[in-house]
């Protein structure tokens, strides 16, 4: 049975994703930051096979959690952290933070989890990134740029190990409706603002972004590599 950690999947995006995976006979590991409560209540709710946490900003955590988790042939770097700031407000403080869990630690991951995946022969990474790849947005300039950042470590990874049938792939959703948007999400003013500027005029859901990864997990999927999917309803057009 092949082994999937999900990092960030206690809520919204990554949640739905190990569902996906645990419906589809996958033995799944539910992660979260601090809260082993939390991601072991997710982890019986949705039948997966275990639960973790690690702080993303914690290097001491990250490199003891492989020993925590065993080798994983799909990995899924979905957690991250966003700061909403105007250019002229963006602190010091936020743009570690965002570096250090999105880029830096992102890459610690691909790191510590690839090797096992190249010894094999077979594996698979999928990042979460953003419509803000593509299109800007105000208060979200370093945020934007961390997810341009790990794009570009994609391609770049993707490249070198293509040989040994490991692919990893990017996803880029658009405005979905999890817990990081439900501020604006559940207030009609707000909401309407942001669905004024999506083409299929709704916000996505988590389940919206599933099938995407699923597919770069698949044995379909096994040809593309170092790709970008986004899941926006045309947010970036
Ligand atoms: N929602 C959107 O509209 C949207 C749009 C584009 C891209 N995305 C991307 O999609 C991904 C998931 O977004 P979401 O909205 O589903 O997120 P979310 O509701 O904010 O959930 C974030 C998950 O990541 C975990 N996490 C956060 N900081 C962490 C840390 N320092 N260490 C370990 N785990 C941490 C959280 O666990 P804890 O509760 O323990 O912190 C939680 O399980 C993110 O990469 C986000 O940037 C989201």
């Known amino acids: 049975m092949k082994r999937v950690l999900v990092t960030g999947s206690t809520q919204g995006i990554g949640k739905a994703i190990a569902c996906e995976f645990v419906k589809n ?3 799944v590991i539910v992660h979260c930051s601090k809260d082993i409560k939390k ?21 001491n955590e990250i490199n003891t959690l492989v020993e925590k988790t065993g080798n994983v042939d799909i990995l899924i770097l979905n957690a991250s952290v966003q700061f909403k700031e105007k250019w002229n407000e963006i602190s010091e403080e936020s743009m570690d933070k965002q570096y250090t869990v999105n880029v830096k630690n992102t890459l ?7 090797p096992f995946m190249v010894e094999k022969k077979m594996g698979r990474i999928v990042t979460i990134g953003s419509v803000n790849q593509y299109r800007q947005h105000p208060e979200l300039i370093f945020y934007s740029a961390t997810k341009c950042a790990v794009m570009s470590i994609i391609k770049n990874v993707a ?3 293509a040989q040994y049938n490991v692919t990893l792939n990017n996803i880029a959703p658009g405005a979905i409706a999890t817990p990081r948007n439900e501020s604006v999400y559940n207030d009609e003013e707000k909401r ?8 299929m005029g709704r916000f996505g859901q988590p389940s919206d972004c599933v099938g995407a990864v699923m597919l770069l997990c ?14 926006d309803g045309g947010m970036r057009l």
């Open 25 to 27: 006979g996958y033995e």
């Open 39 to 59: 991601a072991e209540y997710v982890c019986k709710e949705i039948g997966a096979k275990s639960a973790v946490t690690c702080d993303l900003a914690d290097i």
């Open 108 to 114: 610690k991951l691909i790191q510590t989890y690839l």
């Open 159 to 161: 490249k070198q190990v």
């Open 192 to 199: 309407k603002e942001v669905e004024s500027v999506i083409p």
């Open 218 to 231: 698949s044995e379909q999927g096994s040809y593309i590599t170092g790709s970008d999917i986004v899941i």
